[in-house]
């Protein structure tokens, strides 16, 4: 090879080395929520253990932490979070429109919703499965007791088409009542309109806990008929925030694996040896710079809402209002989905 060709050569490779090691560029929404100081987020109208406001209007929920850890990891505070409650037909178009930055709203990743709406799917933070619910006086135990039933559903969901389907497979020709909020659907079943109402299992806890006169009075079936992975959802086309929303959930994960608690975390700043915790915390490898952060961002979000394990025992867990096992949503090597790509 001669000189020049061999210079040529060094001169790709050294700039190769500078793309790989650079830092990333903001994003426009990266940039819009440093600007305005805040990261909007859209959020269920009130669904207890997900997302939900305090008489005080105070929002609370699995949801609304992961907005907050966001705004933590970004911002540096967790309290920088502005809440947009969104019905089921609101929340792709305020999306879309850019109304909000962050959609936190018990959606369930389809592939429909994944490549036609010009949004992009980050993490599932909730495996759940669409269930039904049914006054115990009823003797129901099971779905396929609903032929020729009426069956209380919320339009612009997944909730609707899976009825429809599982009603066909099972040949039992259940009459949907259908309705746009969810608030008159649950208000129907609960006034003995229908003999059930179905969304996501974990809706039908919260709702049972909040909006039933004698919770005690119904039942939850036991079955499942669909797969539901919920989580939170950006706009196509800024690869940067979708990857800060990214890997603050799977930094959420990991730490919960690798025993990072929010009591811990300035502990473990200064004491832990261990390569993994030490890149979570930021006082091992810099991992912000890949993200265009600093190297706390990560240590900044779990002491704002803890690890995963803990946003999942505060709002929805065995010890909570709702009640709910762990099930799928336990850590990977515990028997559960939750696995989180390396922090690396």
């Not at 969810?182 to 003995?192: L, W």
Request: with cysteine; net charge positive; proline share 3%.
């Amino acid at each position: 090879m001669n000189l020049k060709k061999l210079k040529t050569l060094t001169a790709v490779v050294a700039a190769l080395g500078t793309l790989i090691a650079a830092p990333a560029q903001a994003g426009k929404t990266l940039d819009a929520v440093k600007a305005h100081g805040q990261v909007v987020c859209g959020v269920h109208t009130g669904l207890a253990g997900f997302s939900a406001a305090d008489s005080s209007g105070k929002w609370a929920g699995l949801d609304v932490d992961i907005c907050r850890a966001v705004a933590a990891a970004v911002l540096g505070s967790a309290d920088k979070v502005k809440y947009v409650p969104l019905t089921a037909q609101q929340r792709f178009t305020a999306l879309q429109s850019g109304e909000i930055d962050l959609l936190s709203r018990n959606t369930t990743f389809t592939l429909t919703r994944d490549v036609s709406l010009g949004l992009n799917d980050t993490v599932v933070t909730y495996y759940d499965g669409q269930g039904f619910i049914v006054p115990k006086k009823s003797k129901i135990t099971s779905a396929k007791q609903f032929k020729n039933q009426t069956v209380c559903v919320q339009s612009g969901t997944t909730t609707e088409k899976n009825l429809t389907d599982y009603s066909k497979a099972n040949n039992l020709n259940i009459k949907t009542v259908v309705f746009e909020k969810e608030e008159a659907a649950t208000a129907a079943y609960f006034a003995g309109r229908c003999i059930s109402y179905t969304t996501d299992a974990s809706g039908l806890a919260s709702i049972r806990n909040k909006v039933a006169p004698v919770p005690a009075d119904h039942l939850i079936l036991p079955e499942l008929v669909s797969k539901e992975p919920l989580g939170p959802m950006v706009r196509r086309g800024d690869d940067e925030w979708f990857a800060i929303v990214k890997w603050v959930i799977y930094g959420l994960i990991e730490a919960e694996e690798y025993g990072i608690t929010q009591a811990q975390v300035d502990q473990l700043k200064t004491s832990s040896q261990d390569p993994v915790v030490k890149r979570i915390l930021g006082t091992g490898d810099d991992t912000g710079k890949l993200l265009g952060l600093d190297k706390d961002w990560m240590a900044r979000a779990l002491k704002a809402t803890g690890n995963y394990g803990e946003i999942f025992e505060r709002n929805v867990g065995p010890k909570s209002a709702l009640g709910l096992p762990r099930g799928l949503n336990n850590q990977w090597n515990k028997g559960g989905l939750m696995y989180a790509y390396p922090l690396r």
